[in-house]
């Protein structure tokens, strides 16, 4: 059973947290997820949970094959232009496990 939608995304019943947990849980098991940010993949978990793919196993298949999509993005982004000398994010980026981030957005021209 999916939250409340007049309460998402404050209540949510043990029913929709084990659905979360098990997409989770899949979605860290992938290679193509596997240097994302643990948190990034769970608020994107919970993100599109929220907007009714409640299935686990559909669910952890789309976040990671988003979130791979934008990282492969990033990366060829990155090797196409020049990082800022700031060293700083660019907006819309993707954060990796280690607290750097891959490029996924614009890249500052």
């Given at each position: 059973?999916?939250?409340?939608?007049?309460?998402?995304?404050?209540?949510?019943?043990?029913?929709d947290i084990r659905a979360m947990a098990a997409?989770y849980r899949v979605a860290v098991t992938r290679?193509?997820?596997?240097?994302?940010?643990?948190?990034?993949?769970?608020?994107?978990?919970?993100?599109?949970?929220?907007?009714?793919?409640?299935?686990?196993?559909?669910?952890?298949?789309?976040?990671?094959?988003?979130?791979?999509?934008?990282?492969?993005?990033?990366?060829?982004?990155?090797?196409?232009?020049?990082?800022?000398?700031?060293?700083?994010?660019?907006?819309g980026s993707l954060p990796v496990k280690d607290?750097?981030?891959?490029?996924?957005?614009?890249?500052?021209?």
């Open positions: 059973m999916q939250a409340n939608p007049e309460l998402f995304p404050t209540v949510f019943y043990p029913s997409a290679p193509i997820c596997a240097d994302v940010d643990p948190v990034f993949l769970a608020r994107a978990v919970l993100h599109f949970y929220g907007r009714g793919l409640v299935d686990p196993d559909r669910l952890s298949e789309l976040t990671c094959s988003l979130v791979g999509k934008r990282r492969d993005e990033g990366r060829e982004a990155h090797r196409t232009s020049t990082p800022k000398a700031s060293g700083l994010a660019q907006p607290g750097a981030t891959r490029g996924g957005g614009s890249n500052g021209s």
